[in-house]
């Protein structure tokens, strides 16, 4: 879904009166200077929403005097997500009265990119502050200002973006949903975190579905083709068993069936190494990989611990993501790994791949994708009571093959790796290629969980 953005310029219209201050900072005083700035802030919208890299939609501008004004665009302000404030000057009422009636808010200031604004003087102190030493605007904070810098609108843009589209969220449960370690808590709370819309499809019907894609002769040629079409890739080196590979493309047609009725862009699989595997002989692992390589979210293991920040940092990068367990962080490295990995990482180019068995049961088709070294990664580390998130960036130094899951990677920390030991919480990771730390912080800071980086 596109973000919309409401934007608004505050000013205020100044007479000199004799002997007496008769006005505030700033370069806006008159009706023509609000009207040419006007201009120069529609200029520079077209040109950060045309550099945007995820759906945005900029409304027409408004210019706001005063309180009464507001109520002029209340229309789109409620059909918006952001209200973007330029804060020429004008009563802080107007200020006010815009944040409560929209659902999230940015203040844009000037200091050196065109005439200054009176805001860039007392935003923190009169409107933040109310005038007193502590925090008492509601649904603002000093990360909610900018200063100058379009980059700096658009990444906070790209987060709320983000958040936009993970709040809400569906997702396919085959099986029943649950939790690393935590069951059904862990469902629970992410329901209540994110609002996620959790459909559960039993695998006695995953059975039905499947025996009736396997009965049908079309659909068996056509994984056929398409298995002999992605084996023929030169990025592609087969190791296991080829009937493994057309049966996860059976199941990939199972899955996508799924997707398109229940309008959904997300599944995942719970009892992915034991159940599904007599239901659809093979693992589920080179499926949900394909998936996601399509622009879908799939993960592994139905751990709705770690799912929400998959689905967050997707939406935020606009890449796929990689779900992993996580090793003991040493010497500043760490290891990760699971059977489900994107050959898409970047979100473009497909990296090399093996396509072996899976590892614990030694059965199926699970991709080894041979992650990019020196690439520079996003890595967050959700705890189990949907408080507090860790964060880091991190560079991939090595892709082993070691007796774990298939895909791995060795990530060099950007950070003390020790301090990351004592701040490790949860159990899954989240991987994604790049840094995208601040995006994920800012949208965190929006629902109420705690952001502590590396």
């Given at each position: 879904?596109?973000?919309?953005?409401?934007?608004?310029?505050?000013?205020?219209?100044?007479?000199?009166?004799?002997?007496?201050?008769?006005?505030?900072?700033?370069?806006?005083?008159?009706?023509?200077?609000?009207?040419?700035?006007?201009?120069?802030?529609?200029?520079?919208?077209?040109?950060?929403?045309?550099?945007?890299?995820?759906?945005?939609?900029?409304?027409?501008?408004?210019?706001?005097?005063?309180?009464?004004?507001?109520?002029?665009?209340?229309?789109?302000?409620?059909?918006?997500?952001?209200?973007?404030?330029?804060?020429?000057?004008?009563?802080?009422?107007?200020?006010?009265?815009?944040?409560?009636?929209?659902?999230?808010?940015?203040?844009?200031?000037?200091?050196?990119?065109?005439?200054?604004?009176?805001?860039?003087?007392?935003?923190?102190?009169?409107?933040?502050?109310?005038?007193?030493?502590?925090?008492?605007?509601?649904?603002?904070?000093?990360?909610?200002?900018?200063v100058d810098e379009s980059e700096e609108l658009m990444w906070r843009l790209r987060a709320l973006y983000g958040l936009k589209n993970t709040l809400g969220s569906k997702i396919i449960s085959i099986g029943?949903?649950?939790?690393?370690?935590?069951?059904?808590?862990?469902?629970s709370l992410a329901q209540q975190r994110w609002n996620l819309e959790i459909i559960t499809v039993s695998y006695p019907e995953l059975e039905r579905r499947i025996k009736e894609v396997k009965g049908n002769?079309?659909?068996?040629?056509?994984?056929?083709?398409?298995?002999?079409?992605?084996?023929?890739?030169?990025?592609?080196?087969?190791?296991?068993?080829?009937?493994?590979?057309?049966?996860?493309?059976?199941?990939?047609?199972?899955?996508?069936?799924?997707?398109?009725?229940?309008?959904?862009?997300?599944?995942?699989?719970?009892?992915?190494?034991?159940?599904?595997?007599?239901?659809?002989?093979?693992?589920?692992?080179?499926?949900?990989?394909?998936?996601?390589?399509?622009?879908?979210?799939?993960?592994?293991?139905?751990?709705?611990?770690?799912?929400?920040?998959?689905?967050?940092?997707?939406?935020?990068?606009?890449?796929?993501?990689?779900?992993?367990?996580?090793?003991?962080?040493?010497?500043?490295?760490?290891?990760?790994?699971?059977?489900?990995?994107?050959?898409?990482?970047?979100?473009?180019?497909?990296?090399?791949?093996?396509?072996?068995?899976?590892?614990?049961?030694?059965?199926?088709?699970?991709?080894?994708?041979?992650?990019?070294?020196?690439?520079?990664?996003?890595?967050?580390?959700?705890?189990?009571?949907?408080?507090?998130?860790?964060?880091?960036?991190?560079?991939?130094?090595?892709?082993?093959?070691?007796?774990?899951?298939?895909?791995?990677?060795?990530?060099?920390?950007?950070?003390?790796?020790?301090?990351?030991?004592?701040?490790?919480?949860?159990?899954?990771?989240?991987?994604?290629?790049?840094?995208?730390?601040?995006?994920?912080?800012?949208?965190?800071?929006?629902?109420?969980?705690?952001?502590?980086?590396?």
């Amino acid at each position: 879904m596109e973000l919309k953005v409401k934007p608004v310029l505050t000013y205020g219209v100044y007479q000199r009166r004799e002997a007496t201050s008769w006005r505030p900072w700033g370069g806006l005083q008159t009706e023509e200077d609000a009207k040419k700035e006007a201009r120069r802030i529609e200029e520079e919208l077209k040109s950060l929403s045309s550099s945007a890299s995820f759906p945005l939609e900029v409304l027409p501008l408004s210019s706001l005097r005063t309180s009464d004004d507001v109520s002029l665009t209340k229309k789109e302000l409620s059909s918006s997500d952001i209200t973007l404030i330029y804060a020429a000057g004008g009563d802080k009422k107007v200020l006010e009265t815009l944040v409560s009636c929209s659902r999230w808010s940015l203040i844009f200031v000037r200091h050196k990119s065109g005439p200054l604004y009176l805001w860039y003087e007392v935003v923190h102190p009169s409107f933040l502050r109310k005038r007193t030493d502590n925090f008492r605007q509601a649904g603002m904070d000093v990360d909610d200002v900018v200063v100058d810098e379009s980059e700096e609108l658009m990444w906070r843009l790209r987060a709320l973006y983000g958040l936009k589209n993970t709040l809400g969220s569906k997702i396919i449960s085959i099986g029943p949903p649950g939790g690393w370690g935590q069951g059904a808590r862990a469902v629970s709370l992410a329901q209540q975190r994110w609002n996620l819309e959790i459909i559960t499809v039993s695998y006695p019907e995953l059975e039905r579905r499947i025996k009736e894609v396997k009965g049908n002769s079309n659909f068996l040629k056509q994984a056929q083709r398409q298995a002999e079409e992605y084996l023929s890739q030169k990025e592609i080196s087969l190791e296991t068993e080829k009937k493994f590979v057309v049966n996860a493309f059976l199941l990939h047609r199972v899955f996508k069936d799924l997707l398109r009725q229940f309008d959904a862009k997300a599944i995942t699989v719970g009892e992915c190494m034991s159940t599904i595997i007599p239901i659809a002989e093979t693992t589920a692992c080179l499926t949900l990989s394909l998936l996601n390589d399509e622009g879908y979210l799939a993960f592994c293991e139905s751990d709705f611990v770690v799912i929400p920040s998959g689905i967050l940092l997707h939406h935020i990068s606009g890449k796929p993501v990689f779900l992993n367990d996580p090793t003991y962080p040493h010497n500043g490295i760490v290891t990760l790994a699971h059977c489900t990995a994107p050959r898409k990482m970047d979100g473009q180019n497909y990296e090399n791949a093996r396509i072996l068995t899976h590892f614990e049961s030694d059965y199926g088709a699970a991709p080894k994708v041979e992650f990019t070294k020196g690439q520079k990664v996003t890595m967050i580390v959700p705890d189990f009571d949907e408080e507090v998130w860790v964060g880091f960036k991190g560079k991939i130094v090595g892709t082993p093959l070691l007796p774990i899951c298939r895909s791995q990677a060795d990530v060099e920390i950007d950070g003390d790796w020790r301090k990351l030991l004592k701040e490790m919480r949860g159990f899954h990771w989240m991987m994604g290629y790049g840094d995208y730390l601040r995006e994920v912080g800012y949208a965190l800071r929006k629902v109420g969980l705690e952001w502590v980086t590396i």
